[in-house]
């Protein structure tokens, strides 16, 4: 089993910035990816970004591309996303996600373990 905890959600005006932390707890060892998505209200479940946990290799939506950084601190079992340059439309709850298995994906259909979700209210 693997635990995640979210935190640094808030409300922010547009153009501002706000970072967002995941930390792991359990079996973190099995963890090939952590993964932020996010879900607005009426809205399906999207991707945002994806990290291999052991490589950093990194993944992005098109649509956050740029503007959103995924890291990750292994010491600290805690995967980060530095959100700038908030828009109104990336207002949602974040959630971050473990997958036990490769390759990096972007489907939430295929994460194994999922945080409890964070607010983030970007104010135009």
């Known amino acids: 089993q693997v635990q995640l905890v979210e935190s640094g959600g808030g409300l922010v005006q547009a153009g501002g910035s706000l970072r967002l932390s995941c930390t792991a707890s359990?079996?973190?060892?099995?963890?090939?990816?952590m993964g932020w998505f996010r879900q607005a209200p009426g809205k399906e479940r999207e991707f945002v970004a994806a990290?291999?946990?052991?490589?950093?290799?990194?993944f992005y939506a098109d649509s956050v591309k740029g503007r959103f950084t995924i890291s990750r601190d292994n010491a600290k079992n805690t995967v980060y996303l530095q959100m700038n340059s908030l828009k109104p439309e990336d207002t949602a709850v974040y959630y971050c996600?473990?997958?036990?298995?490769?390759?990096?994906?972007?489907?939430?259909?295929?994460?194994?373990?999922w945080g409890q979700g964070t607010q983030v209210t970007v104010s135009s």
């Open positions: 996600a473990a997958d036990l298995s490769s390759p990096l994906r972007t489907d939430a259909n295929e994460y194994d373990y």
């Open positions: 359990g079996r973190t060892f099995s963890i090939y990816a």
């Open positions: 990290i291999t946990w052991s490589w950093g290799r990194t």
